[in-house]
T-cell receptor, first 112, second 112 residues
């Protein structure tokens, strides 16, 4: 079946690394995405990884994909107050009619 | 200027009223989507459209209707609003052979 799961909350101290996790059940996924939603705003595409990759790095962001365990993670190094947001994991599949399957979102809370 | 705009940004209406939410895009994308967001439930797809003549129901289309007036415009209507339609509504677009979606800022709808 189709299911993307995330924890609803993560709390980290400013300056530490944040690791937001996501699991998915469908092995036919093509791309996996991370979106960021700041308070009062729409969702913004942060980064994505192709399903045949293991890792992608973009400045403070590192995406890790473990296909065997169907596990995706987003690591944010040196977490700052501006990183406070809800982070959504989503997957796409070739036969999905261009629909994305969304996780429920993880709210990242930054402690001073 | 924003690529995907939504009007109104906030709306309070009464049970039984008809309401229309509008979305416009300047990205030139063929695909447009309407989602609702509820806390802890993530995004749920209401309707999506591949072009003016191609409209498809999503996961939760009951109680909603849509109109694709032009490639750049996609509106969502609630024929007779009810309180459990109180939510944050997002429009999104997508184009070409990629699966990424680009979101508007959202409309916060409250039905009393």
């Amino acid at each position: 079946g189709e299911d993307v799961e995330q924890s609803l909350f993560l709390s980290v101290r400013e300056g530490d690394s944040s690791v937001i996790n996501c699991t998915y059940t469908d092995s036919s996924s093509t791309y996996l995405y991370w979106y960021k939603q700041e308070p009062g705003a729409g969702l913004q595409l942060l980064t994505y990884i192709f399903s045949n990759m293991d890792m992608k790095q973009d400045q403070r962001l590192t995406v890790l994909l473990n296909k065997k365990d169907k596990h995706l993670s987003l690591r944010i190094a040196d977490t700052q107050t501006g990183d406070s947001a809800i982070y959504f994991c989503a997957e796409s599949k070739l036969d999905s009619n261009y629909q994305l399957i969304w996780g429920a979102g993880t709210k990242l809370i930054i402690k001073p | 200027d924003a690529d995907v705009t939504q009007t109104p940004r906030n709306r309070i209406t009464k049970t039984g009223k008809r309401i229309m939410l509008e979305c416009s895009q300047t990205k030139g994308h063929d695909r447009m989507y309407w989602y609702r967001q509820d806390p802890g439930l993530g995004l749920r797809l209401i309707y999506y459209s591949f072009d003016v003549k191609d409209i498809n129901k999503g996961e939760i289309s009951d109680g909603y209707s849509v109109s694709r007036q032009a490639q750049a415009k996609f509106s969502l209507s609630l024929e007779s609003a009810i309180p459990n339609q109180t939510a944050l509504y997002f429009c999104a677009t997508g184009g070409g052979g990629t699966y990424e979606q680009y979101f508007g800022p959202g409309t916060r709808l409250t039905v009393t």
